[in-house]
């Protein structure tokens, strides 16, 4: 087992989460694959924001885990899954989850993120 470093968030690396006013919505290659009011906010230093869904309101059917991993000194491991269209096209690990976040952004467990680049994020004001 390899001891990594894991950090606090802090002034000079602030995280700090809220609720989401209003409600997001998520689409890969046009098709809405996530549709929740129940999204939080992760603001990560000089980071933009990041909506993390909750992992009910995404459509589960299109979801395939895959075995990429990374981790993160302030949030812990994050596992991926790709999504999968109608037509059955696959965009490869385009949402990461932190099943067992550290106690400081604990709020993010049991959510989803989508990379912005492989997905298009919308939140339409409350």
């Known amino acids: 087992m390899s001891h990594r470093k894991v950090l606090e968030p802090s002034a000079g690396h602030p995280i700090t989460i809220e609720p989401t006013k209003g409600r997001v919505q998520v689409r890969v290659k046009g098709e809405l694959v996530a549709d929740t009011t129940a999204a939080v906010a992760l603001h990560e230093a000089t980071l933009p924001a990041v909506q993390y869904i909750p992992l009910a309101d995404v459509v589960q059917d299109r979801l395939t ?26 965009v490869e690990d385009a949402i990461w989850t932190y099943e067992q976040p550290f106690p400081a952004v604990a709020a993010i467990a049991g959510r989803v993120a989508f990379y912005p680049n492989k997905a298009d994020i919308t939140v339409v004001p409350a």
């Open 65 to 90: 885990r895959t075995d990429t991993s990374t981790y993160c000194p302030f949030k812990g491991d994050a596992s991926y899954y790709s999504v999968a269209t109608a037509a059955g096209e696959s």
